[in-house]
């Protein structure tokens, strides 16, 4: 009787939970410094965060969005940057191979919030729209950091010229 009652229950909720998981979002660990800090502001603590799949399904993403997306160096890899400039804008870079770039249709340009001490967009170019999957919508632990992220670009890293 108990084991087909537990079956009953894996049964639907598997396939709920899965859904979930690739429709709404999920709860990610976020680990080093290049975002800080925005996020993990002191190396001792992790923060992790609630990722929200739904808010980019339709590529809708704005200047400032903390974002979720494939590495372009290693696809096994996920990363966690900052949208600093959406297609068509000019970007000043630091450190890439162009001092001004500008952003690709169908592409992003996208930054650690750590200058100097991050993997990003200064190091691979723009990012293909494609490649990201969530935008981080709050911390949700440790209970101290509990906050909603902001999508905002430090002044210094502003695009020189925007689309729109």
């Not at 975002?35 to 590529?59: H, I």
């Not at 935008?135 to 509990?146: D, K, L, Q, T």
């Amino acid at each position: 009787m108990w084991i087909r009652n537990l079956l009953r229950s894996m049964l639907l909720g598997v396939p709920i939970g899965v859904t979930f998981l690739d429709t709404i979002g999920y709860v990610a660990r976020v680990e080093g410094i290049s975002m800080q800090p925005a996020l993990n502001p002191e190396s001792t603590n992790t923060d992790y965060v609630f990722l929200s799949r739904w808010a980019v399904k339709d590529y809708r993403i704005q200047r400032g969005d903390i974002i979720s997306l494939v590495s372009p160096k290693d696809p096994n890899q996920k990363i966690i940057k900052r949208v600093v400039a959406l297609e068509g804008d000019i970007v000043s870079t630091l450190g890439y191979k162009n001092q001004y770039v500008r952003v690709p249709e169908g592409h992003i340009w996208v930054e650690g919030d750590h200058t100097g001490h991050t993997l990003d967009s200064n190091t691979f170019g723009p990012v293909s729209l494609g490649l990201v999957n969530a935008r981080a919508i709050c911390i949700v632990w440790p209970p101290e950091r509990w906050q909603a992220l902001e999508a905002k670009i430090p002044n210094h890293r502003k695009p020189v010229s925007t689309q729109k």
